[in-house]
């Protein structure tokens, strides 16, 4: 595996003085995973498609992100980490996603995980949770179902309050990075009527857990990123202290959403970079493909039909 270089913390050089701070980092990330044309490179398009057919995690792709600090971004710089624009932050990300969807999926996960910590958890929650981020940690968002799906408020996932903490008992499914991340963020019922107020977040460490108290669930196959962790786990009368639960008992729903405000807003990024490439490739098929004695491109309707994508 090759290593990257570090990030260029200097004032920009001449030249690159007119591109705008908040690309300024994602440019440096560009030239650090190098040409995405190169077959030998880890970050390029050839090992991408193999880790895909191959169903593979993607180890080596992932490393290079830690390696360059991509985790920092994920932690606000309130909290020592290097998150101060949003704008910048999806620029990453849309890096990312141009080369390898599968990547950005299984390393950005780790954002996804930690907003609602970020957002609405304690101060002592929030500086633990950039210890795990920025040492290469791993947390996963931890809400679905396999009998609800994204239906909240049906979620039958209990935490059951003990002294001293709660018990979390069922199973959590279909949740990227539930096996490979070191925490997650769980939904869970604390109300056996339910309802808005019956349901509480908490930042799961598996270290602290008893580890005869969980398990984790079979891989799951998928059309696409197919290289990604998804997964589950299973939770059986799991003890979590009670600085594990995030702000007020019963405040999940409302907590959520407003971690979705940004979660929901950053995941454009990724859906902007696998577009990005989607473009590059019809592109570069419709100037080399002839027809009727001319490129594809030189045809009237695919241009405009081209154009009109860009925009």
Known sequence: MSSLPARDTKEPRAGRARVPAQY???EELERALGDPLDPHADFSFAP????????????NACALLDAWGLADFYVPAATGGRLNSYEEFISLLRTVARRNLTV?????KTYLGSAA????GSRRQRERLAEIVRGGGQVALAYHEKTHGSDFLSTEMRARKVEGGYLLDGEKWLVNNATRGAALTVFARTSEQGG???FSLFLVEKS????DSYEHLPRIKTLGVRGADFSGIRFKESFVTDDALVGAEGAALEQTLK????TRTVIAGLSLGAADTALRVTLDFARTRRLYDRSVADLPHARRRIVDSFV
């Open 208 to 211: 602290r857990l008893d580890p």
């Open 196 to 198: 808005p107020r019956g």
């Open 104 to 108: 950005v999926v299984a390393h950005a």
């Open 24 to 26: 300024r980092q994602a």
């Open 259 to 262: 971690a979705f405000q940004l």
């Open 117 to 120: 910590v970020w957002a609405c």
């Open 48 to 59: 991408a498609v193999a880790l895909d057919e191959d169903e593979a995690y993607p180890v």
